[in-house]
């Protein structure tokens, strides 16, 4: 498994952006395929968007098209999750996520096909 640390939520008004990062301890993440989900109380964690090992492609939820974009750092241990525009639903616990396995144009889109979990990531935005 990989160790997976997220950083960057906070508090937010509607209308403003945030940028989530997503580090792992120890090796790089350029051989997994990433996904960030997002989950509120009384609710099951959803997808939000994902990206291929190799960056080539990514997806999102439709709810954040046009708005959020996923990348993936230069330094190779880090994905970032760029948030624009916030809404007040944007609100949850953001946690990033890696799988062990897939194709180069490969993108997880489901919470079961994720192998390592980090510990999420509060982001609140106010109306």
């Known amino acids: 498994q990989v160790q997976l640390v997220e950083s960057g939520g906070g508090s937010v008004q509607a209308g403003g952006s945030l940028r989530l990062s997503c580090a792992a301890s120890g090796r790089t993440l350029s051989n997994y395929p990433m996904g960030w989900f997002r989950q509120t109380p009384g609710k099951e964690r959803e997808y939000v968007a994902g990206i291929s090992w190799s960056g080539d492609n990514t997806d999102y939820t439709e709810s954040v098209k046009g708005r959020f974009t996923i990348s993936r750092g230069s330094a190779k241990n880090t994905i970032y999750l760029q948030m624009n525009r916030l809404k007040p639903e944007d609100t949850a616990v953001y946690y990033c996520?890696?799988?062990?396995?897939?194709?180069?144009?490969?993108?997880?889109?489901?919470?079961?096909?994720?192998?390592?979990w980090g510990e999420g990531t509060l982001v609140t935005v106010s109306s």
């Open positions: 996520a890696a799988r062990n396995s897939g194709s180069r144009y490969y993108v997880p889109r489901s919470v079961d096909s994720m192998d390592s």
